[in-house]
C-alpha cells in the first residue's frame, strides 16, 4: 500500500513536470509575442516595450524563461502582465466565484442521474428506458451555448426574473429574501446548464452498470429463493453496482477549476473559465499557464485519489 | 425433425452466405434509432455537399456573402422587396428560405455555406485523430515490450540535429526536406549494415544499454496529454495561431487522439496473444503484413464507435470555438458564427439563433446515434442472434 502510493507519487510529479514544459513550450512557441497585443496605443513606445521585456525576463532564452516562470509559481510570486497583480490572488478570487457553481452543478448531476439511470435499468426495454436514453443523447448532442439560449429565452419569458450576471445589477436595498431568490435564480441556469452534459453520461453509466449486476448469479440466487423485487434491486444489485462510482468522486475534482468557458461568457458570470477566456485574449501568459498547470494537478491528484478509493472501497484489488 | 437435420447438413457443408456488410446491415436495420442516425448522415452530407458547390466560385448561385441593408432582419419564408433591390441583389430562390440576418445576408445560403465547413473540420479532425492514435496505439501494443536503447537516442539526437542545422542552413524549404531525407536515409543504412553487426567491447556496451519501454514511453505521453484540459488547451492553441479553418482541425485532431491509442493499444495487446497471429507467424508472413492485414481489421471495431462520436465531438467543439469568435474567419459563414451573430436578436430575430442551433444539435445527435448503434453492432457480446 506504502510503496504503491510513493510510487504512483513520483509518476505523478514527473507527469507534472513534463505538462509543465510542454504547456510552457505550447504557449512560447505559438506564432506573435505579448509584447505586440497592443501595437496602436500610443503609450506603447519601444523603450517601453524593452523595459517590459526585461521586467518578465522575456529577453532571456526560453529555458531559463522556464526556470523563473516556475520558481515565481511555486513561490507564489508570478504576476499577471496585464495588471501586475497576483496572479494566485486572482484566480483564488475567481476560484470562490466559480465555486458554486461547481457544487450546485455537482449535487444536480448525481441526485438526478442515479435515479434516472436506476429506474431505466429497472424497466430495460421499456418506454421510460427508451425514452430516458433518447433524452441523454439529445443532451450530450446539444450545444451548450444553444441551450443556454433557449433556458434564457424560457426563463425571462416566463418567469420574469434577469438570469444574467452574479446577481441582479443595482438589488442594493432590498429585502434579504428576495436577494437570496435573485441569487437563487442567478446561479440555477448556469449550473444546470453546467450539469447537463454529466447528467447524460453518468446516467447511461449508472443503467449500463446496473444492467451488468442485474446479470450476476447472486440476483438470479436471490430471486429463486424468493426476496422481493424491491429488495432485489435496492439491496443486493444497487449496493454492488454503487462500487463504481465511488471512485468517481475522485474524477470530479478538475471540474474545480475547468469552469465552462462559454457558459461563463454567456452569462457574465467572473469565474475561473471566464478570466482564463480574457487571459487568452490579452495574451496574458502567466495566468493561462497557472490555471493550465493547476488544473493538470487536479487531474493527477483527482486520478490519484480514485485510485486509493478503489483500493479501499474494493477488497478483491491487491497491490 | 428432419428439416432440422437436413438444416444442420446443409449449414455443415456450406461456408456461411452471409457475408460480413451482409450481417451488419442485417443487425443495423433492427436498432431504429441508428437507422434515422445514418439516414440523417447521408442527407447531411448531401446537404454540405450541395452547399460546397453552390456557394464557392466567383459567382456562387446562392450568395451567402450578399449584403443588403434595406433587407435585414427579414422573417423566414419572406419575399425579397423587388423593389429596392438592385438585379445583382436578388436572391436566386426569390424567397428567403430562412430568412436574413442583422445584414440582410440571406441565412439559407450562409447555413449551406457552414455545413460544409462542420462536415470537413469533423471529417478532417478525427481523421488526423485516428491515425495518429492508430500509430500510437500499434507501436505501443506490437513493439512495446521493445526497449529504447541509449544508442537509440543518439541515433535520434544526431539525424534531429542535422535536420535543424539544414533548416537553418537551407532557407528553401523544400531543399531542407530532401536533404532530411537523404540523410536520414544515409544514417539507417549505416544503422543496418554497420552497426548492428558491430561488436562492442569494455564501456562501449553501455550505448546498447535499455532504457524504457517504447510502451512506457507512449503511454506516459498520453498521460501528459490527458492532464490538459482540453477545450481550454484547444482555445489557447487556436487563439495564438492565425485565424483559419486548417488550424482549427489541425488542433481539434493533434488534441483528440489519446482515446483512439488506448483503444488500440488494448486490442493489439490481446490480438498478439491470439492463435491467428501465433499461426501467420509460425507461416513467415512478415510482421508488417501481419500487422496491417490481420491485426488492424480486427482492432477496428472500437476505433470506429470512437471515430463517429469524435466526429460528434468536433463538431461541437468546433461550434463552440466560432461562438467564442475563434473559427473560421468572418466573411465565412458557420453554425457557431451565425447563432454568435444573431444571439444579439434573439427577441426579435429567434430564427438566427434557432435554425443553427437545431442543425447544430441534428448533427450532432445522429453521430452520436449512429455510433451508439455501431458500438451495440460490433460488439460480439451484446449480438443477438436473429
Not at chain 1, 86 to 94: A, D, M, P, T
Not at chain 2, 3 to 30: C, M, T, V, Y
Not at chain 2, 87 to 112: C, I, K, N, Q, S
Request: glycine residues 8%; charged residues 15%.
Amino acid at each position: 500500500m506504502l510503496s504503491f502510493i510513493g510510487r504512483s507519487i513520483i509518476q505523478k510529479i514527473i507527469t507534472l513536470f513534463f505538462v509543465s514544459i510542454v504547456s510552457f513550450l505550447i504557449i512560447h512557441l505559438a506564432p506573435g509575442k505579448p509584447s505586440q497585443v497592443d501595437p496602436l496605443n500610443p503609450k506603447f513606445t519601444p523603450e517601453i516595450v524593452e523595459r517590459f521585456r526585461k521586467e518578465f525576463h522575456l529577453d532571456k532564452p526560453l529555458h531559463i524563461q522556464y526556470v523563473y516562470f516556475y520558481r515565481n509559481l511555486l513561490t507564489g510570486k508570478t504576476v499577471s502582465w496585464k495588471d501586475n497583480q497576483s496572479v494566485l490572488g486572482k484566480i483564488w478570487e475567481r476560484f470562490l466565484n466559480s465555486l458554486p457553481l461547481f457544487i450546485v452543478g455537482t449535487i444536480i448531476t448525481w441526485t438526478l442521474s442515479f435515479p434516472i439511470g436506476i429506474r431505466s435499468a429497472i424497466c430495460r426495454g421499456g418506454f421510460y428506458d427508451r425514452s430516458a436514453t433518447f433524452f441523454s443523447y439529445l443532451l450530450i448532442s446539444i450545444p451548450g451555448f444553444f441551450f443556454a439560449y433557449i433556458l434564457i429565452i424560457f426563463v425571462v419569458t416566463h418567469f420574469h426574473v434577469p438570469v444574467i450576471g452574479l446577481k441582479t445589477f443595482g438589488i442594493g436595498d432590498a429585502s434579504w429574501l428576495r436577494m437570496i431568490m435573485d441569487r437563487v435564480w442567478h446561479l440555477l441556469l448556469p449550473s444546470v446548464l453546467g450539469a447537463t452534459g454529466g447528467i447524460a453520461i453518468l446516467s447511461r453509466y449508472v443503467r449500463s452498470q446496473m444492467l451488468e449486476v442485474e446479470s450476476q448469479d447472486y440476483v438470479r440466487t436471490a430471486r429463486a429463493k424468493g426476496v422481493p423485487e424491491e429488495q432485489v434491486h435496492y439491496k443486493h444489485a444497487l449496493r454492488n453496482a454503487l462500487l463504481p462510482f465511488v471512485t468517481m468522486f475522485g474524477l470530479i475534482l478538475p471540474g474545480l477549476i475547468g469552469g465552462s468557458v462559454i457558459i461563463e461568457s454567456i452569462f457574465s458570470w467572473p469565474g475561473i473559465g471566464r478570466m482564463a477566456y480574457e487571459a487568452i485574449l490579452a495574451r496574458d501568459y502567466p495566468i493561462i499557464l497557472t490555471v493550465n498547470f493547476m488544473s493538470a494537478v487536479l487531474v493527477l491528484a483527482g486520478t490519484f485519489v480514485s485510485d486509493l478509493l478503489y483500493l479501499v472501497v474494493d477488497p478483491r484489488i491487491r497491490l | 425433425m428432419n428439416a432440422i437435420a437436413k438444416d444442420l447438413d446443409k449449414n455443415a457443408l456450406d461456408a456461411p452466405r452471409r457475408s460480413g456488410l451482409h450481417e451488419f446491415w442485417q443487425l443495423l436495420k433492427q436498432d431504429r434509432l441508428a437507422i434515422i442516425g445514418l439516414a440523417i448522415f447521408v442527407l447531411f452530407f448531401c446537404i454540405a455537399l450541395l452547399g460546397l458547390v453552390l456557394t464557392t466560385g466567383t459567382d456562387p448561385t446562392l450568395k451567402p456573402a450578399m449584403i443588403r441593408l434595406q433587407e435585414k432582419l427579414r422573417q423566414p419564408l419572406s419575399r425579397p422587396n423587388l423593389e429596392t433591390l438592385r438585379p445583382e441583389e436578388v436572391p436566386r430562390l426569390g424567397v428567403y428560405l430562412l430568412g436574413t440576418d442583422d445584414l440582410g445576408r440571406d441565412v439559407f445560403a450562409r447555413m449551406l455555406q457552414g455545413a460544409w465547413v462542420s462536415l470537413t473540420v469533423g471529417f478532417v479532425a478525427v481523421g488526423i485523430s485516428v491515425l495518429i492514435g492508430i500509430l500510437m496505439g500499434g507501436i505501443a501494443g506490437y513493439f512495446g515490450q521493445n526497449h529504447v536503447r541509449v544508442d537509440h537516442i543518439l541515433f535520434l539526437i544526431v539525424l534531429h540535429s542535422g535536420v535543424v542545422l539544414l533548416l537553418l542552413w537551407v532557407r528553401p524549404l523544400w531543399a531542407a526536406l530532401l536533404g532530411g531525407v537523404v540523410w536520414g536515409f544515409i544514417f539507417s543504412l549505416c544503422w543496418k549494415k554497420v552497426w548492428k553487426r558491430w561488436q562492442l567491447s569494455g564501456w562501449l556496451n553501455i550505448l546498447r544499454k535499455d532504457t524504457i519501454s517504447i510502451d512506457t514511453l507512449i503511454m506516459r505521453f498520453v498521460d501528459i496529454m490527458l492532464c490538459f484540459p482540453s477545450f481550454f488547451l484547444i482555445l489557447t492553441v487556436v487563439a495564438l495561431l492565425p485565424a483559419s479553418m486548417y488550424n482549427i482541425m489541425i488542433v481539434i485532431g493533434l488534441t483528440s487522439w489519446m482515446g483512439t491509442t488506448r483503444f488500440v493499444r488494448a486490442e493489439f495487446l490481446s490480438l498478439r496473444e491470439q492463435d491467428f497471429v501465433t499461426a501467420a507467424r509460425a507461416l513467415g508472413v512478415n510482421q508488417w503484413r501481419i500487422i496491417f492485414r490481420h491485426m488492424i481489421p480486427n482492432a477496428m471495431a472500437p476505433v470506429l464507435v470512437s471515430a463517429t462520436i469524435g466526429i460528434a465531438t468536433a463538431i461541437l467543439t468546433e461550434a463552440g470555438l466560432s461562438f467564442l469568435g475563434f473559427g473560421v474567419p468572418p466573411p465565412h459563414a458557420t453554425w457557431g458564427s451565425i447563432l454568435s451573430d444573431g444571439k444579439r436578436f434573439i427577441f426579435d430575430a429567434p430564427w438566427l439563433t434557432f435554425t443553427p442551433g437545431f442543425a447544430i444539435l441534428i448533427v450532432v445527435l445522429c453521430f452520436n446515434l449512429f455510433g451508439e448503434g455501431l458500438r451495440d453492432i460490433l460488439n460480439p457480446k451484446l449480438r443477438q442472434r436473429y
